[in-house]
Protein backbone atom coordinates (compact mmCIF):
# COMPACT_ATOMS: atom_id res chain seq x y z
CA UNK A 1 0.00 0.00 0.00
CA UNK A 2 1.18 3.64 -1.07
CA UNK A 3 2.14 6.21 1.84
CA UNK A 4 -0.53 7.98 2.23
CA UNK A 5 -0.33 11.97 0.96
CA UNK A 6 -1.45 13.34 4.37
CA UNK A 7 -2.04 11.99 7.91
CA UNK A 8 -3.78 12.75 11.02
CA UNK A 9 -2.62 11.56 13.91
CA UNK A 10 -4.70 11.77 17.05
CA UNK A 11 -4.09 16.18 16.49
CA UNK A 12 -5.05 18.24 19.77
CA UNK A 13 -5.92 21.85 19.80
CA UNK A 14 -6.77 23.28 22.90
CA UNK A 15 -7.47 27.16 23.99
CA UNK A 16 -7.41 27.58 27.58
CA UNK A 17 -9.80 25.28 28.90
CA UNK A 18 -11.50 24.24 25.36
CA UNK A 19 -10.36 21.60 23.28
CA UNK A 20 -11.30 22.41 19.61
CA UNK A 21 -9.77 19.21 18.10
CA UNK A 22 -9.85 16.30 20.23
CA UNK A 23 -7.33 13.42 19.01
CA UNK A 24 -8.24 13.26 15.47
CA UNK A 25 -6.62 10.62 13.64
CA UNK A 26 -7.36 10.35 9.53
CA UNK A 27 -5.41 9.44 6.77
CA UNK A 28 -5.95 11.07 2.98
CA UNK A 29 -4.43 9.03 0.03
CA UNK A 30 -2.80 10.00 -3.12
CA UNK A 31 -5.25 11.19 -5.09
CA UNK A 32 -8.08 11.51 -3.22
CA UNK A 33 -10.84 13.97 -2.01
CA UNK A 34 -11.96 13.63 1.36
CA UNK A 35 -15.07 16.05 2.80
CA UNK A 36 -14.76 17.06 6.13
CA UNK A 37 -17.85 17.82 7.39
CA UNK A 38 -19.90 18.51 10.70
CA UNK A 39 -21.97 20.82 12.45
CA UNK A 40 -20.85 24.68 12.96
CA UNK A 41 -18.39 24.89 15.76
CA UNK A 42 -17.10 21.24 15.40
CA UNK A 43 -13.51 21.85 14.77
CA UNK A 44 -13.30 21.44 11.17
CA UNK A 45 -11.85 24.73 9.99
CA UNK A 46 -8.96 24.83 13.20
CA UNK A 47 -8.28 21.01 11.87
CA UNK A 48 -7.04 23.28 8.72
CA UNK A 49 -5.70 25.63 9.98
CA UNK A 50 -3.38 22.83 12.31
CA UNK A 51 -2.21 21.07 8.91
CA UNK A 52 -2.11 24.36 7.39
CA UNK A 53 0.13 26.31 9.92
CA UNK A 54 -2.13 28.58 11.17
CA UNK A 55 -2.22 27.30 13.95
CA UNK A 56 -0.03 25.00 15.72
CA UNK A 57 -1.52 21.46 17.41
CA UNK A 58 -1.04 21.15 21.01
CA UNK A 59 -0.51 17.63 20.87
CA UNK A 60 -0.08 14.53 18.03
CA UNK A 61 1.46 14.89 14.37
CA UNK A 62 0.62 15.90 11.21
CA UNK A 63 2.65 13.75 8.18
CA UNK A 64 2.80 14.97 4.81
CA UNK A 65 4.17 12.41 2.65
CA UNK A 66 5.30 10.68 5.68
CA UNK A 67 6.96 14.20 6.68
CA UNK A 68 6.29 15.83 9.94
CA UNK A 69 4.65 19.02 9.15
CA UNK A 70 2.97 19.68 12.56
CA UNK A 71 3.35 22.97 14.33
CA UNK A 72 5.84 24.50 11.81
CA UNK A 73 5.21 27.83 10.47
CA UNK A 74 2.69 28.32 7.38
CA UNK A 75 5.45 29.21 5.10
CA UNK A 76 7.16 26.01 5.39
CA UNK A 77 4.14 24.07 5.20
CA UNK A 78 3.07 26.00 1.85
CA UNK A 79 6.60 25.02 0.52
CA UNK A 80 6.74 21.71 1.30
CA UNK A 81 3.32 21.25 -0.68
CA UNK A 82 0.12 22.28 1.11
CA UNK A 83 -2.38 24.71 -0.15
CA UNK A 84 -5.26 26.61 0.82
CA UNK A 85 -8.06 28.56 0.26
CA UNK A 86 -9.91 30.60 3.12
CA UNK A 87 -13.62 30.12 4.59
CA UNK A 88 -13.98 34.40 4.16
CA UNK A 89 -12.70 34.92 1.10
CA UNK A 90 -8.97 36.66 0.46
CA UNK A 91 -7.82 38.00 -2.19
CA UNK A 92 -4.50 40.61 -2.79
CA UNK A 93 -6.74 43.69 -3.26
CA UNK A 94 -4.12 46.32 -4.74
CA UNK A 95 -3.20 43.87 -7.21
CA UNK A 96 -4.67 42.61 -10.44
CA UNK A 97 -5.60 38.78 -11.05
CA UNK A 98 -2.56 37.93 -12.67
CA UNK A 99 -0.80 39.08 -9.82
CA UNK A 100 -2.84 37.46 -7.48
CA UNK A 101 -2.68 33.86 -8.83
CA UNK A 102 0.95 34.45 -9.62
CA UNK A 103 1.61 34.86 -5.57
CA UNK A 104 0.86 31.62 -5.44
CA UNK A 105 3.15 30.38 -7.94
CA UNK A 106 6.59 32.42 -7.20
CA UNK A 107 6.90 31.68 -2.72
CA UNK A 108 5.39 28.31 -2.94
CA UNK A 109 5.79 24.55 -3.32
CA UNK A 110 6.47 25.12 -6.43
CA UNK A 111 8.98 28.56 -6.80
CA UNK A 112 8.65 29.90 -10.43
CA UNK A 113 9.45 33.46 -11.43
CA UNK A 114 9.47 36.05 -14.18
CA UNK A 115 7.80 34.91 -17.56
CA UNK A 116 7.12 31.18 -16.30
CA UNK A 117 5.24 32.50 -13.29
CA UNK A 118 3.56 34.89 -15.23
CA UNK A 119 2.31 31.49 -18.23
CA UNK A 120 1.53 29.93 -15.16
CA UNK A 121 -1.20 32.35 -13.92
CA UNK A 122 -2.68 32.81 -16.93
CA UNK A 123 -3.12 29.24 -17.82
CA UNK A 124 -5.02 28.61 -14.34
CA UNK A 125 -7.08 31.54 -14.88
CA UNK A 126 -8.21 30.27 -17.91
CA UNK A 127 -9.00 27.21 -16.28
CA UNK A 128 -11.03 28.36 -13.52
CA UNK A 129 -12.77 30.40 -16.06
CA UNK A 130 -11.23 33.91 -15.71
CA UNK A 131 -9.23 33.45 -19.13
CA UNK A 132 -8.95 37.18 -20.78
CA UNK A 133 -9.44 39.31 -17.56
CA UNK A 134 -5.92 39.18 -16.03
CA UNK A 135 -5.47 42.47 -15.28
CA UNK A 136 -8.62 43.72 -13.70
CA UNK A 137 -7.94 44.37 -10.32
CA UNK A 138 -10.13 42.00 -8.16
CA UNK A 139 -10.87 43.95 -5.61
CA UNK A 140 -13.96 44.90 -8.68
CA UNK A 141 -14.96 41.48 -8.46
CA UNK A 142 -17.82 39.35 -8.14
CA UNK A 143 -17.68 37.20 -5.26
CA UNK A 144 -17.60 33.81 -7.23
CA UNK A 145 -14.82 35.32 -9.20
CA UNK A 146 -12.69 36.37 -6.27
CA UNK A 147 -12.92 32.62 -4.94
CA UNK A 148 -12.10 31.29 -8.41
CA UNK A 149 -8.71 33.82 -7.91
CA UNK A 150 -7.88 32.27 -4.80
CA UNK A 151 -8.52 28.51 -5.84
CA UNK A 152 -5.94 29.29 -9.24
CA UNK A 153 -3.87 31.04 -6.38
CA UNK A 154 -3.45 27.89 -4.42
CA UNK A 155 -3.27 25.36 -7.28
CA UNK A 156 -0.47 27.48 -8.98
CA UNK A 157 1.78 25.99 -6.57
CA UNK A 158 0.97 22.56 -7.79
CA UNK A 159 0.46 21.90 -4.02
CA UNK A 160 0.67 18.30 -2.90
CA UNK A 161 -2.83 18.59 -0.52
CA UNK A 162 -5.04 21.27 -1.12
CA UNK A 163 -7.46 22.45 1.60
CA UNK A 164 -10.49 23.83 0.38
CA UNK A 165 -12.02 25.75 3.52
CA UNK A 166 -16.16 25.97 2.25
CA UNK A 167 -14.98 26.93 -1.16
CA UNK A 168 -18.52 26.42 -2.55
CA UNK A 169 -20.12 28.27 0.49
CA UNK A 170 -22.24 31.74 0.08
CA UNK A 171 -22.74 30.56 -3.96
CA UNK A 172 -26.18 30.98 -5.76
CA UNK A 173 -27.29 27.55 -7.18
CA UNK A 174 -26.27 28.48 -10.60
CA UNK A 175 -22.72 29.41 -9.53
CA UNK A 176 -22.93 26.24 -7.47
CA UNK A 177 -23.20 24.05 -9.99
CA UNK A 178 -20.03 25.72 -11.92
CA UNK A 179 -18.30 25.27 -8.75
CA UNK A 180 -19.01 21.65 -8.23
CA UNK A 181 -17.54 20.96 -11.76
CA UNK A 182 -14.47 23.02 -10.79
CA UNK A 183 -13.72 20.78 -8.23
CA UNK A 184 -14.88 17.73 -9.92
CA UNK A 185 -12.21 18.51 -12.61
CA UNK A 186 -9.25 18.72 -10.20
CA UNK A 187 -10.58 15.40 -8.81
CA UNK A 188 -9.78 13.86 -12.02
CA UNK A 189 -6.98 15.49 -12.28
CA UNK A 190 -5.66 13.24 -9.30
CA UNK A 191 -5.09 16.00 -7.17
CA UNK A 192 -4.96 15.12 -3.10
CA UNK A 193 -7.91 17.44 -1.49
CA UNK A 194 -9.36 17.86 1.86
CA UNK A 195 -12.36 20.07 1.49
CA UNK A 196 -14.54 21.36 4.49
CA UNK A 197 -18.00 22.30 3.18
CA UNK A 198 -21.60 22.42 4.36
CA UNK A 199 -22.95 21.64 0.82
CA UNK A 200 -24.02 17.91 1.07
CA UNK A 201 -24.92 18.15 -2.66
CA UNK A 202 -21.67 18.61 -3.19
CA UNK A 203 -19.78 16.34 -0.66
CA UNK A 204 -22.18 13.63 -1.90
CA UNK A 205 -21.54 14.13 -5.34
CA UNK A 206 -17.86 15.01 -4.93
CA UNK A 207 -15.78 13.05 -2.05
CA UNK A 208 -14.71 9.59 -1.92
CA UNK A 209 -14.92 9.95 1.71
CA UNK A 210 -15.60 12.04 4.53
CA UNK A 211 -14.69 12.80 8.22
CA UNK A 212 -17.47 13.64 10.38
CA UNK A 213 -16.68 15.95 13.07
CA UNK A 214 -18.29 17.27 16.33
CA UNK A 215 -17.43 19.16 18.91
CA UNK A 216 -13.73 18.27 18.06
CA UNK A 217 -13.98 14.97 18.27
CA UNK A 218 -14.09 12.52 15.17
CA UNK A 219 -17.49 10.57 14.88
CA UNK A 220 -16.99 8.59 11.72
CA UNK A 221 -15.29 8.06 8.99
CA UNK A 222 -16.05 5.95 5.25
CA UNK A 223 -18.15 6.52 2.81
CA UNK A 224 -20.30 9.22 2.29
CA UNK A 225 -23.33 7.19 2.12
CA UNK A 226 -22.27 5.10 5.21
CA UNK A 227 -20.95 7.55 7.31
CA UNK A 228 -23.65 10.44 6.65
CA UNK A 229 -26.09 7.57 8.15
CA UNK A 230 -24.26 6.65 11.06
CA UNK A 231 -26.92 7.50 14.08
CA UNK A 232 -24.38 9.21 15.94
CA UNK A 233 -23.74 11.36 12.64
CA UNK A 234 -27.85 11.99 12.51
CA UNK A 235 -28.08 12.70 16.63
CA UNK A 236 -25.09 15.35 15.67
CA UNK A 237 -26.56 17.17 13.17
CA UNK A 238 -30.05 16.74 14.06
CA UNK A 239 -30.37 16.34 17.75
CA UNK A 240 -31.19 13.39 20.26
CA UNK A 241 -34.83 13.18 20.14
CA UNK A 242 -34.41 13.02 16.40
CA UNK A 243 -32.21 10.03 16.45
CA UNK B 1 3.21 48.48 -12.20
CA UNK B 2 3.52 45.09 -12.48
CA UNK B 3 6.81 43.85 -10.18
CA UNK B 4 7.97 41.51 -12.77
CA UNK B 5 9.23 42.65 -16.01
CA UNK B 6 12.83 41.28 -16.99
CA UNK B 7 12.54 43.76 -19.92
CA UNK B 8 12.23 47.90 -19.01
CA UNK B 9 9.22 49.33 -19.75
CA UNK B 10 8.47 52.53 -21.92
CA UNK B 11 7.47 54.15 -18.43
CA UNK B 12 10.41 52.54 -16.68
CA UNK B 13 12.69 54.40 -19.19
CA UNK B 14 10.88 57.74 -19.27
CA UNK B 15 11.36 57.80 -15.54
CA UNK B 16 15.33 56.83 -15.63
CA UNK B 17 15.72 59.49 -18.11
CA UNK B 18 13.61 62.21 -15.58
CA UNK B 19 15.53 61.32 -12.79
CA UNK B 20 18.70 61.08 -14.61
CA UNK B 21 18.59 64.69 -16.10
CA UNK B 22 17.12 65.86 -12.69
CA UNK B 23 20.55 63.80 -11.07
CA UNK B 24 22.51 65.89 -13.36
CA UNK B 25 20.88 69.14 -12.40
CA UNK B 26 21.18 68.32 -8.84
CA UNK B 27 24.98 67.79 -9.24
CA UNK B 28 25.66 71.77 -10.49
CA UNK B 29 24.40 73.21 -7.58
CA UNK B 30 28.36 73.40 -5.91
CA UNK B 31 29.02 75.41 -9.35
CA UNK B 32 26.95 78.38 -8.68
CA UNK B 33 26.69 78.84 -5.33
CA UNK B 34 29.37 77.34 -2.36
CA UNK B 35 27.22 78.92 0.95
CA UNK B 36 23.68 79.34 1.82
CA UNK B 37 22.15 77.57 -1.39
CA UNK B 38 24.84 74.72 -0.71
CA UNK B 39 24.61 74.10 2.49
CA UNK B 40 20.62 74.12 2.10
CA UNK B 41 21.53 71.76 -0.83
CA UNK B 42 23.28 69.45 1.37
CA UNK B 43 19.96 69.53 3.94
CA UNK B 44 17.89 68.20 1.31
CA UNK B 45 19.93 65.76 -0.48
CA UNK B 46 20.73 64.36 3.59
CA UNK B 47 17.26 64.03 4.21
CA UNK B 48 16.16 62.68 0.45
CA UNK B 49 18.60 59.94 1.47
CA UNK B 50 17.41 59.72 4.84
CA UNK B 51 13.46 59.26 3.81
CA UNK B 52 13.70 57.35 1.03
CA UNK B 53 16.02 54.81 2.85
CA UNK B 54 13.17 54.85 5.58
CA UNK B 55 10.14 54.22 2.72
CA UNK B 56 12.32 51.61 1.57
CA UNK B 57 11.57 49.63 4.68
CA UNK B 58 7.99 51.64 5.78
CA UNK B 59 6.31 52.16 3.44
CA UNK B 60 5.18 48.79 2.12
CA UNK B 61 5.03 47.80 5.69
CA UNK B 62 3.55 50.59 7.42
CA UNK B 63 5.53 50.27 10.43
CA UNK B 64 6.50 53.53 11.64
CA UNK B 65 10.25 53.37 12.70
CA UNK B 66 11.67 55.94 15.07
CA UNK B 67 15.29 54.55 15.12
CA UNK B 68 16.76 56.32 12.10
CA UNK B 69 18.93 58.30 14.21
CA UNK B 70 20.86 55.50 15.77
CA UNK B 71 21.54 53.81 12.50
CA UNK B 72 22.33 57.58 11.51
CA UNK B 73 24.29 58.19 14.76
CA UNK B 74 26.09 54.49 14.57
CA UNK B 75 27.52 55.86 10.96
CA UNK B 76 28.92 58.82 12.39
CA UNK B 77 30.15 57.24 15.06
CA UNK B 78 32.69 54.93 12.51
CA UNK B 79 33.96 57.67 11.00
CA UNK B 80 34.63 59.77 14.37
CA UNK B 81 36.15 56.41 15.23
CA UNK B 82 38.16 55.05 12.72
CA UNK B 83 38.84 58.17 10.80
CA UNK B 84 42.57 58.44 12.18
CA UNK B 85 43.21 54.96 11.34
CA UNK B 86 41.51 53.46 8.34
CA UNK B 87 40.61 54.96 4.51
CA UNK B 88 37.22 57.13 4.27
CA UNK B 89 35.33 54.83 2.31
CA UNK B 90 36.16 51.80 3.89
CA UNK B 91 34.78 53.36 7.35
CA UNK B 92 31.34 54.07 5.29
CA UNK B 93 31.40 50.90 4.40
CA UNK B 94 31.45 50.02 8.41
CA UNK B 95 28.69 52.27 8.99
CA UNK B 96 26.41 50.89 6.81
CA UNK B 97 27.64 47.46 8.56
CA UNK B 98 26.46 48.84 11.82
CA UNK B 99 23.46 49.97 10.62
CA UNK B 100 22.53 46.92 8.99
CA UNK B 101 23.31 45.04 12.01
CA UNK B 102 21.54 47.30 14.67
CA UNK B 103 18.30 47.00 11.99
CA UNK B 104 18.74 43.21 11.94
CA UNK B 105 19.01 42.85 15.69
CA UNK B 106 15.43 45.33 16.10
CA UNK B 107 13.86 43.29 13.14
CA UNK B 108 14.45 39.90 15.08
CA UNK B 109 13.23 41.10 18.17
CA UNK B 110 10.54 42.83 16.94
CA UNK B 111 9.12 42.97 13.94
CA UNK B 112 6.59 40.14 15.42
CA UNK B 113 5.04 42.51 17.50
CA UNK B 114 1.78 45.03 16.13
CA UNK B 115 2.71 48.47 14.86
CA UNK B 116 2.89 50.26 17.62
CA UNK B 117 5.01 48.80 20.35
CA UNK B 118 7.50 48.99 17.07
CA UNK B 119 7.37 52.21 17.16
CA UNK B 120 7.72 52.37 21.12
CA UNK B 121 10.79 49.82 20.96
CA UNK B 122 12.70 51.84 18.39
CA UNK B 123 12.28 55.22 20.29
CA UNK B 124 13.40 54.14 22.69
CA UNK B 125 16.15 51.57 21.41
CA UNK B 126 18.00 55.31 19.77
CA UNK B 127 17.95 56.88 22.67
CA UNK B 128 19.43 53.43 24.55
CA UNK B 129 21.87 53.49 22.38
CA UNK B 130 22.77 57.22 22.62
CA UNK B 131 23.05 56.69 26.35
CA UNK B 132 25.20 53.77 26.17
CA UNK B 133 27.82 55.65 23.36
CA UNK B 134 27.73 58.32 26.06
CA UNK B 135 28.64 56.37 29.03
CA UNK B 136 31.00 54.11 26.59
CA UNK B 137 32.93 57.65 25.67
CA UNK B 138 32.81 59.00 28.74
CA UNK B 139 34.99 55.81 30.32
CA UNK B 140 36.71 54.77 27.91
CA UNK B 141 37.89 58.08 25.94
CA UNK B 142 36.71 60.60 29.04
CA UNK B 143 36.07 63.48 26.28
CA UNK B 144 32.61 64.11 25.37
CA UNK B 145 33.32 64.11 22.02
CA UNK B 146 35.35 63.51 18.65
CA UNK B 147 37.42 65.48 16.15
CA UNK B 148 36.84 63.90 12.60
CA UNK B 149 39.65 66.10 10.50
CA UNK B 150 39.18 65.51 6.49
CA UNK B 151 39.64 67.30 3.40
CA UNK B 152 36.17 67.07 2.09
CA UNK B 153 34.57 70.53 2.03
CA UNK B 154 30.70 70.79 1.63
CA UNK B 155 30.20 70.37 -1.92
CA UNK B 156 32.26 66.88 -1.35
CA UNK B 157 29.72 65.77 0.63
CA UNK B 158 26.76 67.22 -1.14
CA UNK B 159 27.80 65.17 -4.40
CA UNK B 160 28.52 61.88 -2.22
CA UNK B 161 25.35 62.31 -0.42
CA UNK B 162 23.19 62.90 -4.03
CA UNK B 163 25.19 59.87 -5.03
CA UNK B 164 23.88 58.23 -1.56
CA UNK B 165 20.14 58.87 -2.68
CA UNK B 166 20.40 58.03 -6.43
CA UNK B 167 21.81 54.27 -4.93
CA UNK B 168 19.16 53.94 -2.44
CA UNK B 169 16.39 54.58 -5.37
CA UNK B 170 18.40 52.22 -7.47
CA UNK B 171 18.23 49.69 -4.62
CA UNK B 172 14.43 50.43 -4.36
CA UNK B 173 13.67 49.86 -8.04
CA UNK B 174 16.02 46.41 -8.17
CA UNK B 175 13.86 45.65 -5.02
CA UNK B 176 10.21 46.32 -6.55
CA UNK B 177 10.81 44.41 -9.50
CA UNK B 178 12.38 40.75 -7.29
CA UNK B 179 10.85 38.31 -5.44
CA UNK B 180 11.26 40.57 -2.20
CA UNK B 181 9.52 43.10 -3.77
CA UNK B 182 6.38 41.09 -4.89
CA UNK B 183 6.58 39.65 -1.35
CA UNK B 184 6.64 43.08 -0.14
CA UNK B 185 3.63 43.95 -1.80
CA UNK B 186 1.87 41.00 -1.00
CA UNK B 187 2.36 41.02 3.03
CA UNK B 188 1.39 44.83 2.52
CA UNK B 189 -2.00 43.26 1.24
CA UNK B 190 -2.39 40.72 3.43
CA UNK B 191 -0.20 38.96 5.35
CA UNK B 192 -2.05 35.85 6.11
CA UNK B 193 -1.98 34.68 3.00
CA UNK B 194 1.61 35.94 2.15
CA UNK B 195 2.22 33.37 5.02
CA UNK B 196 -0.06 31.11 3.54
CA UNK B 197 1.57 30.98 -0.15
CA UNK B 198 4.77 30.15 1.35
CA UNK B 199 6.35 33.61 2.05
CA UNK B 200 8.64 34.05 5.13
CA UNK B 201 7.32 37.22 6.11
CA UNK B 202 9.56 37.81 9.28
CA UNK B 203 12.41 37.46 7.44
CA UNK B 204 11.46 39.54 4.43
CA UNK B 205 10.76 42.37 7.14
CA UNK B 206 14.09 42.01 8.56
CA UNK B 207 16.23 41.76 5.08
CA UNK B 208 14.40 45.04 4.06
CA UNK B 209 15.09 46.90 7.55
CA UNK B 210 18.11 45.86 7.14
CA UNK B 211 18.92 47.80 4.17
CA UNK B 212 16.59 50.87 4.91
CA UNK B 213 19.72 50.51 8.12
CA UNK B 214 22.63 50.43 5.98
CA UNK B 215 21.90 53.49 4.58
CA UNK B 216 20.33 55.75 7.12
CA UNK B 217 23.94 54.27 8.66
CA UNK B 218 26.27 55.40 5.24
CA UNK B 219 24.30 59.12 5.22
CA UNK B 220 25.34 59.38 9.15
CA UNK B 221 28.80 57.99 7.72
CA UNK B 222 28.96 60.74 5.23
CA UNK B 223 27.94 63.37 7.65
CA UNK B 224 30.41 63.15 10.16
CA UNK B 225 33.39 64.94 8.16
CA UNK B 226 30.54 68.02 8.08
CA UNK B 227 30.05 68.09 11.86
CA UNK B 228 34.09 68.12 12.29
CA UNK B 229 33.07 67.61 16.22
CA UNK B 230 30.99 64.69 17.17
CA UNK B 231 29.07 64.20 19.88
CA UNK B 232 26.47 61.74 21.04
CA UNK B 233 23.73 64.58 21.46
CA UNK B 234 24.44 65.58 17.67
CA UNK B 235 24.87 61.98 15.91
CA UNK B 236 22.04 60.55 17.81
CA UNK B 237 19.88 63.35 17.63
CA UNK B 238 16.04 62.11 18.23
CA UNK B 239 15.16 65.19 15.73
CA UNK B 240 16.72 63.30 12.75
CA UNK B 241 14.00 60.56 13.34
CA UNK B 242 11.68 62.66 13.74
CA UNK B 243 12.16 64.85 10.75
CA UNK B 244 12.47 61.97 8.95
CA UNK B 245 9.05 60.49 9.73
CA UNK B 246 7.31 64.06 9.15
CA UNK B 247 9.09 64.11 5.67
CA UNK B 248 8.55 61.03 4.15
CA UNK B 249 5.03 61.27 5.05
CA UNK B 250 4.28 64.78 3.96
CA UNK B 251 5.28 63.24 0.82
CA UNK B 252 3.49 60.09 0.56
CA UNK B 253 5.30 56.42 1.25
CA UNK B 254 3.58 54.41 -1.77
CA UNK B 255 5.54 55.87 -4.18
CA UNK B 256 9.82 55.61 -3.96
CA UNK B 257 9.87 59.03 -5.21
CA UNK B 258 7.09 60.50 -2.72
CA UNK B 259 8.93 61.51 0.40
CA UNK B 260 10.88 64.09 -2.21
CA UNK B 261 7.47 65.48 -2.79
CA UNK B 262 7.65 66.08 1.21
CA UNK B 263 12.03 66.48 1.66
CA UNK B 264 12.02 69.88 -0.83
CA UNK B 265 9.35 71.99 0.88
CA UNK B 266 9.42 70.64 4.50
CA UNK B 267 13.90 71.33 4.38
CA UNK B 268 13.59 74.77 3.31
CA UNK B 269 10.45 75.80 6.04
CA UNK B 270 12.97 74.40 8.81
CA UNK B 271 15.26 76.45 7.44
CA UNK B 272 13.70 78.95 7.64
CA UNK B 273 12.25 78.67 11.46
CA UNK B 274 15.36 77.41 12.45
CA UNK B 275 17.20 80.69 11.41
CA UNK B 276 14.17 83.50 12.18
CA UNK B 277 12.54 81.11 15.76
CA UNK B 278 15.56 79.08 16.96
CA UNK B 279 13.50 78.43 19.68
CA UNK B 280 10.33 76.74 18.55
CA UNK B 281 11.31 74.25 15.77
CA UNK B 282 9.70 71.92 18.17
CA UNK B 283 6.70 73.43 18.12
CA UNK B 284 6.67 73.90 14.07
CA UNK B 285 7.93 69.92 14.07
CA UNK B 286 4.73 69.01 16.33
CA UNK B 287 2.08 71.13 14.13
CA UNK B 288 3.42 70.11 11.10
CA UNK B 289 3.21 66.54 12.10
CA UNK B 290 -0.57 66.39 13.80
CA UNK B 291 -1.38 68.30 10.41
CA UNK B 292 0.07 65.72 7.69
CA UNK B 293 -1.65 62.91 10.11
CA UNK B 294 -4.88 64.55 9.94
CA UNK B 295 -5.18 66.05 6.94
CA UNK B 296 -3.14 64.23 4.25
CA UNK B 297 -2.07 61.13 5.64
CA UNK B 298 -1.43 59.28 2.58
CA UNK B 299 0.86 62.55 1.18
CA UNK B 300 0.99 65.25 -1.18
CA UNK B 301 1.25 61.93 -3.91
CA UNK B 302 -1.66 60.27 -2.47
CA UNK B 303 -3.69 63.28 -2.84
CA UNK B 304 -2.50 63.69 -6.55
CA UNK B 305 -3.22 60.58 -6.89
CA UNK B 306 -6.85 61.28 -5.23
CA UNK B 307 -7.55 64.11 -7.87
CA UNK B 308 -6.53 62.14 -10.92
CA UNK B 309 -8.70 59.49 -10.20
CA UNK B 310 -11.55 61.73 -9.60
CA UNK B 311 -10.10 63.12 -12.64
CA UNK B 312 -10.57 60.32 -14.62
CA UNK B 313 -13.62 59.01 -13.88
CA UNK B 314 -15.26 62.12 -14.16
CA UNK B 315 -13.92 62.36 -17.42
CA UNK B 316 -15.86 59.01 -18.45
CA UNK B 317 -12.48 57.16 -18.88
CA UNK B 318 -12.25 54.00 -16.86
CA UNK B 319 -10.52 54.61 -12.93
CA UNK B 320 -7.22 53.63 -12.51
CA UNK B 321 -6.96 50.95 -9.84
CA UNK B 322 -7.39 52.86 -6.42
CA UNK B 323 -4.35 53.29 -4.20
CA UNK B 324 -6.46 53.64 -1.11
CA UNK B 325 -4.51 51.94 2.38
CA UNK B 326 -4.46 48.63 2.92
CA UNK B 327 -6.85 47.51 5.77
Known amino acids: MSMPALSVRVARKTFGGLVAVNDVSFDVRQGELLGLIGPNGSGKTTLLNLISGALKPSGGEILLGGQPIGGLAAHHIAQKGVARTFQLVRVLPSLDAEQNVMAGAVFGHRRTWGAEARALARELLHRVGLGGREHVPVSAMTYIDQKRIELARALASDPRVLLLDEWLAGLNPTELQVGISLIDELRREGRTIIMVEHVMDAIRTLCDRCVVMSSGVKIAEGRVEDALSEPEVVRAYLGDEDA | ?327
Open chain 2, 1 to 327: MSPLPFNLTQEELRAGAVGAALVIVAALLPVFDQAYYLALGVNIMLYAALCTAWTLFSGPTHYISLASAAFFGLGTYSVGLGIDHLPFPLLVLIGAGCGAVLAGIVGVATLRLSGVYFVIFTLGLAELVRQLVSWGQSKITTRMGLYVFTDFTEKHIFWMLLALTVLVFITGWLINRSRLGFAMQVIGNDETVARHVGIDTARAKIILFMISGAFIGIAGAICAPRYAYIQPNSAFNPTISFLVVIMALLGGTKRLWGPLVGVIPFTILMDFVTAKFPNHTSIVMGIAFLAIVYFIPNGVTGLIEQARTKLRSRMGAPAVKPGEVQP
